[in-house]
């Protein structure tokens, strides 16, 4: 009985964070990410070799068969390194939604191609949480018609998962096929990629799961990836307290260094004390998706909601203790500021996730 | 991460099930806001029900007048969602149970374990903490209250303040400059003072709860025996940190925040404006679920704070926060209880109409105070910065500086 990383899921993140601090660090982000926003394919492929594309595929299929408090701390590892790879949709929602949903064939088809991080998977969840500007896709004798926003990880993209009708069907889609076409959308956030899918006509490669099995399957994924965004958050808030924290140990003002003023001590102290309650909030909506299913919905709803609540605070004030060069190109820190933002509106932004929480738990009419 | 309920555990959660329904007639109900003071009878009546079953004093030591159960998380947990489920006492707490007892088993001697341990379980003896002082409230180590050696004695004279429950209670734990030529820091030791010991006097003091909660005490040469310092002379800042550890856990207890917050869920419920229930308006339901976010968050805190305390590793930065996170929580759940009643929130000393017996007024009041109390969250703040983050301590200013030359 514990409550706690194990030794495993440890070493996991010290050795994601020794390969992105050697590998790619931030000055090697700024050059991956100046051109175009997105995913980096030899990143991609380093950290698939290193397990993280599959960490969530069955072992018979390929991957390391892992839980998701296992994909939360490698999440957390990834955003502190603001590493720019397609993690949360090919390696958490995708196999989630397969392993779900999908027929044994499909899932011996697909699967082992996702473990490798080969096939990389654009999830169009936006309509899921809300429908703006007329999106939205259906079934029109065989074929996807419409248009999905946001699509994660889409530019890129082998692949889309296409929910219909609110998850009620779940289409997977051959991102070369006829009537399809994507735009790449432009972020804060260089570091994470996001596609518009206009569908005209386009046939489905798969259909994943029959009635109820796809709106469960649906469900998972959004709760999945709920809680892997929080951890997100929890590793771009930590990187940023401990930026801080160092930076106040050097800076020198009125003879000291800023450290030493308790006006710079409160903020840091602040970031910590709203930090890590929420790691402890994070671990267990991870470890209840696998364990406590009763729970896995609603606390994903609160960890992705509080995480986006006191992230902002964090990342601004990190920025702060920093003073003017906080604020520059340059000294970076608006790489974790941006990565936090974009975590905060995806798969539900905080208002609407703890009205899902308070439904779930019978207290909305 | 390992939470799962093997069937021990439902087995477990079926006794304290059983043991509730069979004994729910008797018992004591769950308040909102910190429980303290001396034990009625029923109180004491079921304190001693919950320890014979093993559902409180569990981990301490059976020689001692406890269960003696290895520490387990998760039947802590079970207790603790199983009595706030049914709205009973989780038992007698305060600062003898929670704050001396871990600290005797910590530092004390064998007989001070046994003098002490099992009559403060069983809540026949109250305790009071006798630490601030005029002069030392966020500055601790400057106590000033002194113990002069005579002969196998210590003649005890000085003022403490903001003393809980002194007025209650039979004996004192606190600290008193007992090396006069030593160390601000090492000058202390840490002691137990019978409070009828003559030379004592307590003066309660009126706060802004219309209570009195706490007091000052008066020492004039009150006689203590050498044998009633607690681990070594001069060791008393040490020793008191121990304690201090464990007020700060207590005064932010997540179980008392989940039963505050199931409260609060309870009048939201029940409480109507224009015809329609407080649970039922977006904007204050909204506010429910940030709290209970943060709530949870503290929940799962300190299951992790206590399997590094099982483990004996030191959680480090993440076990400095809690008091100042759980504080605050409590104050807030307190001010949207008010906030649910609208103008009626604001009725108190049982006025006409008042609700729940103006306890969420009580707890606002008294929340602040304990944001105040056991180290301000201004002070809790720089331990976190120094001791959690290594950040410098702050310099002593220029201007006092220049003042003394």
């Not at chain 2, 004994?23 to 303290?36: F, L, M």
């Not at chain 2, 039947?75 to 989780?90: F, H």
């Not at chain 2, 030791?189 to 009195?212: F, H, K, N, Q």
């Amino acid at each position: 009985m514990d409550f706690a990383l194990s030794e495993e899921q440890m070493l996991l993140a010290k050795t994601l964070e020794r390969y992105l601090e050697e590998e790619c660090p931030i000055t090697r982000v700024r050059e991956l990410v100046a051109e175009r926003a997105g995913h980096d394919g030899g990143t991609w492929k380093d950290l698939s070799e290193l397990g993280v594309a599959g960490i969530l595929v069955p072992e018979e299929h390929g991957g390391s068969g892992l839980t998701l408090l296992d994909s939360a701390a490698t999440a957390e590892s990834l955003a502190r390194g603001v590493a720019p790879v397609p993690f949360l949709g090919s390696a958490v929602m995708a196999p989630i939604a397969l392993a779900a949903a999908g027929s044994r064939e499909q899932q011996a088809r697909w699967l082992p191609l996702l473990a490798t991080g080969d096939c990389r998977v654009g999830v169009a969840a936006t309509e899921l949480v809300s429908t703006r500007d007329g999106a939205g896709v259906e079934e029109r004798s065989g074929c996807l018609h419409g248009t999905a926003l946001m699509v994660i990880d889409g530019p890129g993209a082998d692949h889309f998962l296409v929910p219909l009708a609110g998850g009620e069907r779940l289409a997977w889609v051959d991102a070369q096929a006829p009537g399809l076409s994507t735009t790449r959308l432009k972020t804060i956030d260089r570091t994470r990629g996001f596609a518009e899918l206009e569908l005209d006509g386009v046939k489905v490669e798969e259909w994943l799961g029959e009635g109820g099995a796809a709106r469960d399957a649906t469900r998972r994924m959004l709760t999945a990836g709920r809680a892997v965004l929080a951890a997100d958050l929890l590793g771009a808030c930590a990187r940023a307290i401990e930026l801080a924290v160092a930076y106040a140990g050097q800076r020198e003002q009125f003879g000291r260094v800023i450290a030493s003023f308790q006006a710079v001590k409160h903020l840091c102290a602040e970031m910590v004390a709203e930090l890590e309650p929420a790691r402890s909030l994070v671990w267990y909506a991870a470890y209840a998706f696998d364990a406590v299913p009763a729970d896995a919905e609603k606390m994903a709803c609160h960890a992705k909601a509080h995480l986006s609540e006191i992230g902002p605070f964090i990342v601004r004030t990190a920025i702060e203790v920093h003073g003017g060069v906080g604020f520059t190109d340059e000294q970076n820190l608006h790489y974790w500021f941006k990565r936090v933002g974009v975590d905060r509106q995806l798969l539900g932004h905080p208002d609407s996730l703890r009205e899902e929480a308070a439904r779930l738990q019978g207290w909305v009419d | 991460m390992d939470l799962s309920y093997g069937s021990e555990y439902e087995s477990f959660r079926e006794g304290v099930r059983r043991f509730i329904a069979e004994n729910k007639a008797s018992a004591p109900r769950a308040g909102i806001g910190v429980a303290s003071g001396r034990a009625g009878g029923d109180l004491i009546g079921w304190q001693a029900k919950l320890i014979e079953h093993g559902y409180a004093a569990r981990n301490i030591p059976r020689e001692y007048g406890g269960y003696g159960a290895e520490p387990d998380i998760l039947k802590r947990v079970i207790l603790d969602e199983e009595l706030n489920a049914a709205g009973v006492s989780r038992g007698i707490g305060g600062q003898g149970p929670e704050m001396l007892v871990p600290t005797l088993l910590e530092h004390g001697s064998e007989s001070q374990k046994r003098d002490w341990i099992g009559p403060t379980i069983r809540g026949e003896v109250v305790w009071c903490q006798g630490y601030s002082e005029p002069g030392a409230g966020s500055d601790l180590a400057n106590v000033q209250t002194r113990a002069v050696e005579d002969g196998d004695d210590f003649l005890i004279t000085g003022q403490k303040i903001w003393t809980t429950t002194a007025h209650l209670a039979q004996m004192m734990f606190g600290l008193f400059r007992t090396e006069p030529g030593a160390s601000k820091h090492g000058g202390l030791s840490y002691m137990l003072v019978p409070m009828d010991t003559p030379g004592i006097e307590v003066r309660p003091l009126a706060t802004m709860t219309g209570e009195s909660e706490f007091n000052e005490v008066f020492f004039n040469e009150a006689r203590v025996p050498q044998s009633n310092v607690v681990g070594e002379r001069g060791e008393g800042w040490k020793i008191a940190n121990t304690t201090l550890r464990h007020e700060r856990t207590m005064l932010a207890a997540s179980a008392q925040l989940e039963s505050a917050l199931l409260a609060l869920l309870a009048l939201m419920k029940e409480e109507q404006s224009n015809g329609v229930r407080a649970i039922d308006s977006p904007l204050l339901r909204d506010r429910l679920l940030r709290l209970q976010s943060r709530v949870l968050a503290l929940k799962y805190h300190d299951l992790r704070m206590l399997t590094a305390r099982i483990r004996g590793e030191s959680p480090g930065t993440a076990a400095l926060v809690t008091k100042l996170a759980g504080c605050e929580v409590s104050h807030q759940i307190a001010a949207l209880g008010i906030d649910v009643m609208g103008e009626l929130g604001v009725l108190y000393e049982g006025s006409p109409r008042e609700r729940n017996g103006g306890r969420w007024q009580a707890l606002h009041m008294f929340s602040l105070g304990l944001i105040i109390g056991g180290g301000t969250a201004q002070i809790q703040k720089n331990i976190i910065s120094e001791r959690g983050l290594g950040m410098p301590r702050e310099p002593v200013a220029q201007f006092q500086l220049q003042e003394q030359r």
